[in-house]
């Protein structure tokens, strides 16, 4: 997800596609934990994605 995307969200919209985030970090922590997971630096990249979420989330409250 780029930083473009998300700063013209609003922060109901970022709540919404955080939820959203963490449903798929759970899916794929149950694929992992059983061995089906191919892509693991899928999930790398979803954790990061989460951060960024929650750091422009920060940033829109405190403005």
């Given at each position: 997800?780029?930083?473009e995307e998300l700063n013209?969200?609003?922060?109901?919209?970022?709540?919404?596609?955080?939820?959203e985030m963490k449903k798929?970090?759970?899916?794929?922590?149950?694929q992992k934990s059983q061995g089906q997971l191919?892509?693991?630096a899928q999930f790398?990249?979803?954790?990061?994605?989460?951060?960024r979420v929650k750091t422009f989330m920060?940033?829109?409250k405190a403005a």
């Open positions: 997800m780029k930083a013209t969200k609003t922060i109901d919209e970022l709540k919404k596609l955080l939820l798929q970090q759970f899916n794929l922590r149950f191919e892509n693991t790398r990249a979803l954790r990061r994605d989460i951060a920060a940033q829109k």
